[in-house]
């Protein structure tokens, strides 16, 4: 059985730099599912054209728009990027770049020019689930997404501050303090016995 080696991790991308490389729906795809997870992202795009749609929600965040073809220096500064335009061979020289320069990319659809996926995410409040397919099935992350947002109670996020709260008061050591914290939420987990 084939197996996800996937690496999850929550990325403070108010803190990186973004670069997003097309202007057309896949970009504004990607950048509509970043603002939506992290609306403080710091994003810049470039391409020739944007849909009015992306000129609108990039003037909504911090989103700095570049009316210019793709070339290495943007690249400069940047953390991780995002190459999506409606040229294989522009993406691809993308991620060759990036690859050269140790920077993270994903080229939309394109699983082999992947360092990362963006995958379904479900948020409510403090509470952030995300779900891969290894890049297989965007269509099952999506219907997984649909399964969590209605699985997860609206009032989730009281619960963590809670807990929060609580465990601030606990007192012992780490293992004691996570035994603690274990027992007190045994309940969340319907077990079938």
Same mark, same amino acid.
Request: hydrophobic fraction near 35%; charged fraction near 25%.
């Given at each position: =059985?084939?197996? #996800?080696?996937?690496?999850? $991790?929550?990325?403070?991308?108010?803190?990186?730099? @973004?670069?997003?490389?097309?202007?057309?729906?896949?970009?504004?795809? /990607?950048?509509?599912?970043?603002?939506?997870?992290?609306? +403080?992202?710091?994003?810049? =795009?470039?391409?020739?054209?944007?849909?009015?749609?992306?000129?609108?929600?990039?003037?909504?965040?911090?989103?700095?728009?570049? /009316?210019? @073809?793709?070339?290495?220096?943007?690249?400069?500064?940047?953390? =991780?990027? @995002?190459?999506?335009?409606?040229?294989?061979?522009? #993406?691809?020289?993308?991620?060759?770049?990036?690859?050269?320069?140790?920077?993270?990319? #994903?080229?939309?659809?394109?699983?082999?020019?992947?360092?990362?996926? =963006?995958?379904?995410?479900?948020?409510?409040?403090? $509470?952030? $689930?995300?779900?891969?397919?290894?890049?297989?099935?965007?269509?099952?992350?999506?219907?997984?997404?649909?399964?969590?947002?209605?699985?997860?109670?609206? +009032?989730?996020?009281?619960?963590?501050?809670?807990? #929060?709260?609580?465990? /601030?008061?606990?007192?012992?050591?780490?293992?004691?303090?996570?035994?603690?914290?274990?027992?007190?939420?045994?309940?969340? @987990?319907?077990?079938?016995?």
């Amino acid at each position: =059985m084939e197996r #996800n080696e996937l690496y999850p $991790v929550f990325l403070k991308v108010n803190n990186l730099n @973004v670069l997003i490389v097309g202007g057309g729906n896949v970009g504004l795809e /990607k950048l509509t599912f970043l603002l939506k997870s992290s609306p +403080n992202a710091q994003v810049q =795009m470039v391409a020739p054209e944007f849909l009015p749609e992306t000129l609108k929600l990039a003037g909504n965040h911090n989103v700095e728009i570049t /009316k210019d @073809v793709y070339q290495e220096k943007y690249l400069e500064g940047k953390h =991780m990027v @995002v190459a999506c335009t409606d040229k294989p061979e522009v #993406n691809e020289q993308v991620y060759h770049d990036c690859r050269k320069l140790s920077k993270l990319v #994903n080229v939309a659809d394109n699983p082999p020019f992947c360092d990362f996926y =963006m995958g379904g995410i479900v948020t409510k409040g403090n $509470v952030k $689930v995300a779900i891969s397919t290894n890049g297989h099935s965007p269509t099952t992350a999506k219907r997984l997404r649909q399964f969590f947002e209605d699985v997860l109670p609206e +009032n989730i996020d009281d619960l963590v501050k809670n807990l #929060n709260e609580y465990r /601030k008061t606990l007192k012992g050591d780490f293992e004691q303090k996570v035994e603690a914290l274990n027992e007190f939420t045994k309940g969340l @987990v319907n077990k079938k016995g």
